[in-house]
T-cell receptor
């Protein structure tokens, strides 16, 4: 069974701090997606990582896919209150249906 | 707007009533997924379509739930004889099967409250 574990579960930091959140599995994924979700809204796609070792940057957010494609990290530089939200990682299962397997998310609060 | 849209955004109903939700995917996407999400959990897979064919239904989807995608474009999810346990956020996502990343893009969701 493919599982994704995210850590930490909760994170509360001050504006301007840096942080890293993790998404780990014992299984290989063909790709991993990172989403950000706000209360009452659907997940919004941030990035898809596909190649082992790949690094993608989205302004102050840096995403890395592990060399073995079993894990990923999200690093935020100089966090701002607007970064507050639930960060979810998800990957397609190995079968043909490609339904997404989800982590439980990291709930981030950035305090002004 | 070329994103995934869902209607209604919120639905409050009494137990025992039927409800229907609509999802309009990104126009060129051939796959459409329905998920359900409760507070503090990641989305749970319910069913998916490739074009108009419903290819898989989760065991979570009881006989009271039915989904259609008649023309391979928009989809509807109907819940008959709603129960309080059906209260959740219902999410729709679409993707382009065959592209390298097969990324799923989500709509804003329909929040169902069953009283």
């Amino acid at each position: 069974t493919q599982l994704l574990e995210q850590s930490p579960q909760f994170l509360s930091i001050q504006e301007g701090e840096n942080l890293t959140v993790y998404c780990n599995s014992s299984s290989v994924f063909s790709s991993l997606q990172w989403y950000r979700q706000e209360p009452g809204e659907g997940p919004v796609l941030l990035v898809t990582v596909v190649t082992g070792g790949e690094v993608k940057k989205l302004k102050r957010l840096t995403f890395q896919f592990g060399d073995a494609r079993k894990d990923s990290s999200l690093h935020i530089t100089a966090a701002q209150p607007g970064d507050t939200g639930l960060y979810l990682c998800a990957g397609p299962n190995a079968g043909n249906n490609r339904k997404l397997i989800w982590g439980l998310g990291t709930s981030l609060a950035v305090n002004p | 707007d070329t994103g995934v849209s869902q209607d209604p955004r919120h639905k409050i109903t009494k137990r025992g009533q039927n409800v229907t939700f609509r999802c309009d995917p990104i126009s060129e996407h051939n796959r459409l997924y329905w998920y359900r999400q409760t507070l503090g959990q990641g989305p749970e897979f319910l069913t998916y379509f490739q074009n108009e064919a419903q290819l898989e239904k989760s065991r979570l989807l009881s006989d009271r739930f039915s989904a259609e995608r008649p023309k391979g474009s928009f989809s509807t999810l109907e819940i008959q004889r709603t129960e309080q346990g059906d209260s959740a956020m219902y999410l729709c996502a679409s993707s382009l099967w065959g592209e390298s990343t097969d990324t799923q893009y989500f709509g804003p969701g329909t929040r169902l409250t069953v009283l």
